[in-house]
């Protein structure tokens, strides 16, 4: 099945329909405590998602250099859907304004084959970096509803390792991604961490314009104990709001409720 052509498989679906997959699991024991959907195993564009392996990628290769630097200045050749982009960008703010062109301007100072073998380095969803068919775009928009495809239960796993410091990178790398990770304090004074991520289904004839899926991704923690979690929803019509902004507000209001139940920093 191609990219995100299970997306399209859910067409009769109305917008408030359950997600595809919300899945949520025990970081010390890798047990899951919530799956809900039938797509947690099916892989699809990373999106914006993307920007947390490609920012580890990016601080161990030396192209980042700490949450401020480099600070790159906007050019007018750089794709700007949103005015927040059109302004110098950092690390910071790349992944909290989730800026395409600065993940863009990265894999090109990467280089084809340095971003190709970091990618298969980390065992990244199914490595597939060629990008659309024909178009030699790989370097720039592999993650972009294009080549690369990760699954829900691929995503945790990747969180899983990152955060357990079993990746093939440094662990200097690994803090400094972390610490640029969009954080959010929850009703019931825990803190999370993700990326969201949105994005075009696309299917045998192109993108589906009258879709979108999203993205929600991370971890939350409080009292020492730590859970993962990934969201991945699909919306019959876009929207002015990203549907990766739904699925991150879906998250963050089941999180707390979902953790009161479950004694999130109970002592076990």
Known sequence: MSVGLFLLACLAAPASAAPIC??????????TL????AGCERRNSPASTFKIPLALIGYEAGLLIDAHS???????????????????????SWLSES??????????????????????????GNRDV????????????????????ISPDEQVAFLRRLLDYRLPFSRRAIDQTVAIIPSFRLADG???????????P????????????GWFVGWAEKGGRKILFAELIDEVAKSEEPAGFRARSDMLDFLPRFLETRSLGATK
Not at 190 to 200: F, N, P, V, Y
């Open 22 to 31: 919300r899945l949520i699991v025990e970081a010390e024991t890798g047990a």
């Open 34 to 37: 919530v799956r809900e959907g």
């Open 70 to 92: 480099p600070a790159l200045p906007y050019k007018e050749k750089y794709a700007a859907w949103r005015e927040s982009w059109k302004t110098t960008i950092d690390p910071t």
């Open 99 to 124: 800026v395409v062109w600065y993940s863009q301007e990265l894999a090109e100072r990467l280089g084809a084959a340095g971003f190709s073998e970091a990618i298969e380095r980390l065992g990244y």
């Open 130 to 149: 060629s990008g659309d068919p024909g178009r030699n775009n790989g370097l720039t928009h592999a993650w972009l509803s294009s080549s690369l495809a």
């Open 190 to 200: 825990g803190l999370a961490r993700g990326k969201t991520g949105t994005g075009t």
């Open 202 to 213: 696309t299917g045998p004839h192109g993108p589906s314009a009258d879709r979108q899926f």
